[in-house]
């Protein structure tokens, strides 16, 4: 499946589609620009949350800051969408080493050997408009 | 006459399933004015009677404002357009009940249906009402559809149970022996676990038998005060207990194991004072087969992680298993109007306490029934709502 990745990436109408810009994710898409994957870390109930916010969600405190992850998880759950999509997809959920869970996508690996509680890693891919966004790939 | 076992006092009164699957000639508006007028026929009552309308995202225009006027309600006192998605229909019958126990109005007229089928909606396409959702920002790249989070409960709950893709096409199957009485039902073949693991897999482990029908049309409720139904001819169908809440990804600490019914259903049965054991039917709602699963185990049907053991060998077929579930074939093979499958549990769940539902699948001397409602998407953001409903001797 990895092939079809490349074909994937390698073909424009097979791109990702795109994240949606807006005011409170212009810190995370600008840093994945530059393959770094940025959480929002909430400074009162010293906890991360995601999807990024500017009031942390486990505690409503305003005093959150960006810290860089070293995009490091596993596999908390997945699926392979075959069917009614264009080209079948991995699509999971990534727990970090933080604790917090990310719906992602899972590229570079065969679909078929993908497991519940695998490692991976981070990687950024372009989307179809250039944008780049995170996926994850099996790390040794 | 005694209503001394209601909490609250609101009766289910009138209740109307639209019997076309597709319905390529109607408007979506059109629908919801023959399913209303249908549930008042059902009642004994009138438009007249309405003082109080509630309807979800499916209503086309601005909620109540456009479909009172266009539905001809001239006497509302009270309106509420609370959208849980598939849920929603549940949670407007617990607010219709309130705000009837408070006196806010008497007869309360809720509405639902769509044309998906005729529109060519499928639960592999990411739903265009999402778009504006703070969270769709970050997700909109990996395609969240119906399926393919659904099917991510479903890989996390074999993963921490062992639950297996046997176990969830017991679900269907029960299902399916409930549809094949059903004159109105999509899908009337009676299947076999085989006949679903078969089926084409669409988002592993979801095959495309363990997915609900896509179908138009809708349906409708009347909840009215005592007084009201004391009126009536129908058998009354009594509100016992209700409650409701929102699950989602809570700022990244998913779980995807549990609903948020495993919060909302404890609610319900302490208000109606009655026990899990005590229910002998119960609309679970199902747009997959994971999605009854799960809510099994929130329900308190069994334990968590126990689902599978609890619908192996046709545990949920009524007559034959130890908890009849979905008797008119559910959403599974009879009916989802709208991709909103609550409607439909709140209608069978009442034809039951009436005695009104196929001879082949009428649980005898029913007292009390529940029907539970998912909306949105388990393996994302969801609403949960639960009701515990009684028959009045």
């Given at each position: 499946m990895s092939q079809l990745n490349e074909k994937n990436s390698a073909n424009k109408e097979h791109r990702l589609p795109s994240p949606i810009n807006n005011?409170?994710?212009?810190?995370?898409l600008e840093a994945a620009q530059d393959n770094q994957l940025v959480l929002k870390f909430c400074n009162s109930c010293k906890e991360p949350h995601y999807y990024p916010r500017t009031i942390c969600p486990h505690c409503g405190s305003d005093d959150t800051t960006w810290v860089k992850s070293n995009g490091l998880g596993e596999i908390y759950s997945y699926t392979v969408m075959r069917r009614g999509v264009e080209v079948p997809f991995a699509m999971a959920y990534v727990r970090l080493q933080e604790g917090i869970s990310m719906l992602t996508h899972l590229t570079n690996c065969d679909f078929d050997a993908i497991r519940v509680g695998q490692k991976v890693k981070v990687v950024f891919q372009e989307t179809q408009d250039g944008q780049k966004t995170h996926l994850f790939e099996p790390a040794p | 006459m005694s209503f001394a076992a209601t909490k609250y006092d609101a009766c289910i009164a009138g209740i109307y399933e639209h019997p076309l699957r597709v319905a390529p000639d109607h408007t979506v508006a059109q629908l919801h004015a023959?399913?209303?007028?249908?549930?008042?026929?059902?009642?004994?009552?009138?438009?007249?009677?309405?003082d109080g309308y509630f309807c979800a995202g499916d209503a086309p225009g601005m909620g109540p404002v456009s479909m009172a006027d266009y539905l001809g309600l001239k006497k509302l006192k009270y309106v509420d357009s609370t959208d849980t998605g598939g849920s929603s229909y549940l949670t407007h019958v617990n607010h219709a009940a309130r705000a009837i126990a408070a006196g806010q109005c008497r007869v309360a007229l809720i509405t639902l249906a769509g044309r998906p089928k005729s529109e060519g909606s499928s639960g592999t396409q990411v739903r265009s009402q999402w778009a504006s959702a703070p969270d769709f920002a970050f997700e909109k790249p990996y395609s969240p559809a119906p399926l393919n989070t659904y099917a991510m409960c479903a890989m996390r709950h074999m993963y921490e149970f062992g639950t297996t893709s046997e176990q969830l096409a017991w679900i269907k199957v029960a299902a399916s022996h409930h549809a094949q009485h059903n004159p109105n039902a999509a899908l009337k073949d009676v299947l076999t676990v085989e006949d679903v693991l078969n089926s084409p897999m669409i988002a592993d482990p979801l095959h495309r038998a363990d997915c609900c029908v896509v179908t138009d049309s809708g349906g409708a409720l009347i909840v009215v005060h005592p007084d009201i139904a004391k009126t009536l001819k129908k058998p009354v169908v009594t509100m016992m207990g209700a409650a409701e809440t929102t699950k989602g990804?809570?700022?990244?600490?998913?779980?995807?194991?549990?609903s948020g019914l495993a919060w909302a259903a404890p609610l319900a049965f302490k208000e109606a004072k009655l026990t899990p054991e005590q229910i002998r039917y119960a609309s679970i709602y199902d747009s997959f087969t994971i999605t009854v699963l799960i809510q099994l185990e929130d329900l308190?049907?069994?334990?968590?992680?126990?689902?599978?053991?609890?619908?192996?060998?046709g545990q949920l077929i009524s007559g034959k298993g130890k908890l009849a579930f979905n008797t008119d074939g559910g959403g599974l093979c009879n009916n989802h109007p709208a991709n909103r499958g609550g409607m439909t549990k709140v209608i069978e769940a009442v034809r039951q306490l009436r005695g009104e539902a196929h001879p082949e699948v009428q649980v005898p001397?029913?007292?009390?029934?529940?029907?539970?409602?998912?909306g949105g998407a388990l393996g994302t953001r969801h609403g949960a709502a639960a009701l515990?409903?009684?028959r009045l001797k």
């Open positions: 005011l409170e994710n212009k810190a995370f | 023959e399913v209303a007028r249908g549930a008042l026929l059902d009642a004994g009552l009138t438009l007249d009677d309405v990804q809570m700022g990244g600490k998913v779980d995807l194991t549990y308190g049907f069994c334990k968590k992680g126990e689902g599978g053991k609890f619908v192996e060998g001397n029913l007292e009390f029934a529940l029907a539970s409602g998912i515990i409903m009684g």
